[in-house]
């Protein structure tokens, strides 16, 4: 599932990745740090903030811990989409 997900992540394939990853949840397989990280690096390389937004909160709901990784990627997202305010409310 991973090297799907890089794969997808290397071709800019991130709708697909998602995909992935939704699906993989749907059959009970545990949101990881290393799933979630790269499912958020590969929305920040689309500037897809919101999806990387959405994955990290995912975490949380999850009781995923979030690492640097995580939280600079989401953070990364949402500056390339000019969402500063978006990015100030993953941490409060």
């Known amino acids: 599932a991973m090297q799907l997900l890089k794969a997808l992540g290397q071709a800019r394939e991130w709708h697909a990745s998602l995909s992935v990853l939704r699906y993989l949840l749907q059959r009970n ?3 990881s740090v290393l799933l979630a990280s790269t499912s ?3 929305c920040r390389r689309a500037s897809a903030w919101s999806q990387a937004c959405h994955i ?3 975490m949380g709901d999850s009781h995923v811990e979030t690492n640097t ?3 600079s990627a989401a953070l990364s997202a949402c500056e ?4 500063w305010a978006h990015a100030l409310q993953l941490f409060r």
């Open 29 to 31: 397989l545990e949101m």
């Open 40 to 42: 958020i690096v590969i």
């Open 56 to 58: 990290l909160r995912e």
């Open 69 to 71: 990784i995580t939280c």
């Open 80 to 83: 390339k989409g000019g969402q």
